[in-house]
């Protein structure tokens, strides 16, 4: 049994990082982070090699982030950096690790926090519509356990 997170770079994800790692210490499992890899996260074909090495050093510091949170929550965690579909890569990842729960950040409402977290937003009502496993949508502003 686990907790899966899915994780990007917006702050609702990062508020469901803490969460999914204040519950994972309460309960002692491990938390499988997922982080799906999208047009802002990745070069472009045709890019120059500083903008590849951009996104690698960008990527990198995204997971000891996860890394800092989630060790000072003192749980064991697994980083998943996958491409493709949102909702079907944190759904296999659930299916495969046998997980309680999974956690994802609710997006902003207004007109500018909805249009750059679009994406965010499908995901998070995609694996309400989809998942066969409970779902937690997190706030941005939620604190930790």
């Known amino acids: 049994m686990a907790l899966v997170v899915g994780y ?14 204040g519950l994972a210490r309460a309960l002692d499992m491990p938390v499988h982070v997922v982080h799906v890899v999208d047009r802002s996260d990745s070069a472009f074909t045709g890019t120059p090699d500083g903008a590849a ?26 980083y998943h950096l996958l491409d493709g579909d949102p909702v079907a890569a944190i759904l296999k990842t659930a299916d495969d690790c046998a997980a309680t729960l999974i956690a994802v950040g609710r997006p902003q409402h207004g007109i500018g926090p909805s249009v750059s977290h679009l994406v965010t937003g499908a995901v998070a009502r995609n694996l309400l519509r989809h998942s066969t496993r409970p779902v937690a949508v997190v706030p941005e502003f939620a604190d930790s356990l």
């Not at 990007?8 to 999914?20: E, N, T, V, Y």
């Not at 996104?55 to 749980?75: P, W």
């Open 8 to 21: 990007d770079r917006h702050p609702a994800s990062r508020a469901a990082l803490l969460f999914a790692g």
């Open 53 to 78: 090495d951009a996104v690698e050093r960008r990527l990198s510091a995204e997971r000891q982030h996860v890394g800092q949170i989630l060790d000072a929550a003192y749980v064991r965690w697994t």
